[in-house]
């Protein structure tokens, strides 16, 4: 089946703007993950959702980074009012359930913010 | 913050050479994975270990664990140029745990033809 899907590939905006970032995970999928991977920080946890539970937000770095997973499936990262330093590449990943699984992800969404 | 460390940053080597790279982390962990990046995109699996496992194998790949150092190795054989890549490892802590993954600087490899 199809694997980790996310949109778009490439997103260039102006600071100050917000962005939305797309993940489609694979079909069955209940734990999805979103990480960020810059050059200064490396890869790094931002948020995690499994099934109905109350997502895990402790890896956002300020309130202007939000996610939701609509229907158990697709989610969305914004990014508000974006700055230089959110330029980087955010991944997402799934994973049929949680902790004990293996993480297939996306190809990811290069961000950069001028 | 990253909780693993891996070394080395960088490694150049002739293609059918091995490659061996080394990972340590710091908290108790309930597996740890191994992970390919290419041109800085998608992460690809390469293979899981879990704790109570020491040693796995998936084609040319050979992975260790020592949980008493908290440090684990992945070995290539017979290296192909097309295994030129940036190599990550990534924990998944204990009980309780979300299964969030954490990510060491990862191991730049060079296999030159």
Known sequence: GAGVSQSPSNKVTEKGKDVELRCDPISGHTALYWYRQSLGQGLEFLIYFQGNSAPDKSGLPSDRFSAERTGGSVSTLTIQRTQQEDSAVYLCASSFQRGQETQYFGPGTRLLVL | ?113
Not at chain 2, 37 to 63: A, D, M, P, T, W
Not at chain 2, 64 to 81: F, H, Q, Y
Request: glycine share 8%; aromatic share 6%; net charge positive.
């Open chain 2, 1 to 113: 913050s990253q909780q693993g460390e891996e070394d080395p940053q960088a490694l150049s080597i002739q293609e059918g050479e091995n490659a061996t790279m080394n990972c340590s982390y710091k908290t108790s962990i309930n597996n740890l994975q191994w992970y390919r990046q290419n041109s800085g995109r998608g992460l690809v699996h390469l293979i899981l270990i879990r704790s109570n496992e020491r040693e796995k194998h998936s084609g040319r790949l050979r992975v260790t664990l020592d949980t008493s150092k908290k440090s684990s190795s992945l070995l290539i054989t017979a290296s192909r140029a097309a295994d030129t890549a940036s190599y990550f490892c990534a924990t998944s802590r204990g009980s309780g745990n979300t299964g969030k993954l954490i990510f060491g600087q990862g191991t730049t490899l060079q296999v030159k033809p």
